[in-house]
Structure formats: structure tokens, C-alpha cells
């Protein structure tokens, strides 16, 4: 699908942009949080959280090839086993959307959906705990695939991944656009004004 909002991504840096140039960068989803709501991740010591970020990384990675139908290798072929299970069972054969990144007008705020199949938004998780804030990220994920590819998304969901198994999680919470809606609102305020 093509976005009707242009963004240029920088993957390395986890950066958004509105212009080729790139001079006018946009926040992100997960740099919003972080500022609004402190970092979640503060007490865990260094190298668990990298091990948990490589791993992360590497299955996102390894799932959008799969789907895109490209060559790979990894070194967590369990997870990749049941993201395909998990396709299975959902009977999801191709996705609109894989790993795009988005631009929100509305919001002013980049942020990259893992997956979008008809009216319905898919992030991938390889932690085995849940996060209150994940319900705001699939409603982020949602306005904006929204208004960009002018499509109701009805269902928000996330997977978790591990070796050996997968669950979901469903977020229906409509109160989630609303509390999503005010973080923006209280990060804007603490950046821009004085």
C-alpha cells in the first residue's frame, strides 16, 4: 500500500523524517513514551536488555523477509516457526503492509507498524510480558495507518514470539485513541511549550 504521507526512515537511528534532505525530523513513537511516561526499561541492567534488542531485531528482521518472500537465515528459527504457525492458524497468506514506516500528520509522529492485513493491526513482541503502554502503540499504529491508507482499522493485536510457542493479545480498549491522543498532547506541551 502507499502511504499518503511521505516519510524518509533511518533505521540505525530509529529517525524520521518529513524531507529527502532530512532537516525537519519528526518524534517517534517510543522516543513519546519514553519522555511522557519515563523509561520502562531504566532498572534492567545493560546487557539483558541489549540480548533482549538483538534478538528483537534479528526475528523482526527474519519474519519481514520471510513475508516478503526474500532469502534468509537466522539464529531464532523457533520464532520464525511460530510466526508461520501463527499465520496458520489466523489464516493470514499476505500482508498489506510489512514494516512500514508511517507519518502522522494528525499526531506529528512517525511510527513503523509491523503488520497491516485488512482491517487489522499486528505487532510482534519477543518479550514474554505485556506493557500497558503496547495498547497505546497498536492505537498509534492505528490513526496512522488509518490516515494513510484510508482504511478503518478494526482490530489491534499483538504476538508475542518465543522459541517454542506464540500468544496474542488483543487490545479492544477504544479509550486507548484517547489516552494515546493525550500523551501527544503532554509531550507537545513539555517540548514546545515555554
Request: proline share 3%; charged share 30%.
Given at each position: 500500500?502507499?502511504?499518503?504521507?511521505?516519510?524518509?526512515?533511518?533505521?540505525?537511528?530509529?529517525?524520521y523524517?518529513?524531507?529527502e534532505?532530512?532537516t525537519?525530523?519528526?518524534p517517534?513513537?517510543?522516543?513519546?513514551?519514553?519522555?511522557?511516561?519515563?523509561?520502562?526499561?531504566?532498572?534492567?541492567?545493560?546487557?539483558?536488555?541489549?540480548?533482549?534488542?538483538?534478538?528483537?531485531?534479528?526475528?523482526?528482521?527474519?519474519?519481514?523477509?520471510?513475508d516478503?518472500?526474500?532469502?534468509?537465515?537466522?539464529?531464532?528459527?523457533?520464532?520464525?516457526?511460530?510466526?508461520?504457525?501463527f499465520?496458520?492458524?489466523?489464516?493470514?497468506?499476505?500482508f498489506?503492509?510489512?514494516?512500514?514506516?508511517?507519518?502522522?500528520?494528525v499526531?506529528?509522529?512517525?511510527?513503523?507498524?509491523?503488520?497491516?492485513?485488512?482491517?487489522?493491526?499486528?505487532?510482534?513482541?519477543?518479550?514474554?510480558?505485556?506493557?500497558?503502554?503496547?495498547?497505546?502503540?497498536?492505537?498509534?499504529?492505528?490513526?496512522?495507518?488509518?490516515?494513510?491508507?484510508?482504511?478503518?482499522?478494526?482490530?489491534?493485536m499483538?504476538?508475542?514470539?518465543?522459541?517454542?510457542?506464540?500468544?496474542?493479545e488483543?487490545h479492544?480498549?477504544?479509550?486507548?485513541?484517547?489516552?494515546?491522543?493525550?500523551?501527544?498532547?503532554?509531550?507537545?506541551?513539555?517540548?514546545?511549550e515555554?
Amino acid at each position: 500500500m502507499i502511504a499518503k504521507n511521505k516519510v524518509y526512515y533511518e533505521d540505525g537511528s530509529h529517525t524520521y523524517y518529513t524531507d529527502e534532505a532530512k532537516t525537519q525530523m519528526v518524534p517517534f513513537y517510543s522516543g513519546i513514551i519514553k519522555e511522557v511516561l519515563g523509561d520502562k526499561f531504566a532498572k534492567i541492567p545493560f546487557d539483558v536488555l541489549e540480548k533482549a534488542r538483538i534478538r528483537g531485531s534479528a526475528v523482526h528482521k527474519a519474519t519481514q523477509l520471510l513475508d516478503e518472500d526474500k532469502r534468509f537465515t537466522t539464529v531464532y528459527p523457533g520464532h520464525v516457526e511460530q510466526w508461520e504457525r501463527f499465520k496458520l492458524d489466523a489464516k493470514i497468506d499476505k500482508f498489506d503492509v510489512i514494516e512500514q514506516p508511517l507519518f502522522s500528520k494528525v499526531m506529528w509522529c512517525g511510527v513503523t507498524p509491523d503488520r497491516v492485513v485488512g482491517d487489522t493491526i499486528i505487532e510482534i513482541k519477543t518479550s514474554s510480558q505485556s506493557y500497558k503502554d503496547y495498547r497505546l502503540q497498536t492505537a498509534c499504529q492505528a490513526i496512522a495507518a488509518e490516515e494513510n491508507f484510508g482504511i478503518k482499522i478494526n482490530k489491534r493485536m499483538l504476538v508475542f514470539l518465543s522459541d517454542s510457542t506464540y500468544k496474542t493479545e488483543i487490545h479492544d480498549n477504544p479509550k486507548d485513541f484517547d489516552y494515546w491522543r493525550g500523551i501527544v498532547k503532554t509531550f507537545q506541551w513539555k517540548m514546545f511549550e515555554k
